[in-house]
T-cell receptor, first 112, second 109 residues
């Protein structure tokens, strides 16, 4: 099976602190990978996507960045968190057909 | 870029009734339309999808229809059950997926 892992599951961070969220994928090689954010009670906003190692496309300008150091690893980072960065961060992978996307379990981030 | 509108934002039905959620999209180049179900605190789960070369697709109690000319697509759930209660998201893909804002479906026993 093709499994997506995300950690941590929950995180509480002070404003101005750094952030690193990790996503790893099993059972597939060279998947398309995506980072989405879902604010409380809201829809899904695409932040970044990657079609291969070192290839990152940004959809929304912000204080976040993403990296793909390995084929099955996708990292979301920030140097200084803002209150508005709070939300549910979801990693997704492309399926057998690259159109189809499957989500990981998510990381719930609260910035205080 | 793509813009997806989803209606209604909330939908309450009695168990056994049908539920219909509608979405419109703006980019005629979009060619893939998935629907996701998200239970409280959980990840979105793909429940059905349709591609632009197909007008309708069914999977047991769930069906999706697509009208390319009008640029709208709909999710139909028949014989609703309490466990169908969740937030449902539509999405459209041109180069990336753009999601609607979601519909909270409440099915009362």
């Amino acid at each position: 099976s093709q499994t997506i892992h995300q950690w941590p599951a929950t995180l509480v961070q002070p404003v101005g602190s750094p952030l690193s969220l990790e996503c790893t994928v099993e059972g597939t090689s060279n998947p398309n990978l995506y980072w989405y954010r879902q604010a409380a009670g809201r829809g899904l906003q695409l932040l970044f996507y990657s079609v291969g190692i070192g290839q990152i496309s940004s959809e929304v300008p912000q204080n976040l960045s993403a990296s793909r150091p390995q084929d099955r690893q996708f990292i979301l980072s920030s140097k200084k968190l803002l209150l508005s960065d709070s939300g549910f961060y979801l990693c997704a992978r492309g399926g057998a057909s690259t159109d189809t996307q499957y989500f990981g379990p998510g990381t719930r981030l609260t910035v205080l | 870029g793509e813009n997806v509108e989803q209606h209604p934002s909330t939908l309450s039905v009695q168990e056994g009734d049908s539920a219909v959620i509608k979405c419109t999209y703006s980019d005629s180049a979009s060619n893939y339309f998935p629907w996701y179900k998200q239970e409280l605190g959980k990840r979105p789960q793909l429940i059905i999808d349709i591609r632009s070369n197909v007008g309708e697709k069914k999977d047991q109690r769930i069906a999706v229809t697509l009208n390319k000319t009008a640029k709208h697509f709909s999710l139909h759930i028949t014989e609703t059950q309490p466990e169908d209660s969740a937030v449902y998201f539509c999405a459209a893909m041109d180069s990336t997926l753009t999601f609607g804002k979601g519909t909270m479906l409440l099915v009362s026993p």
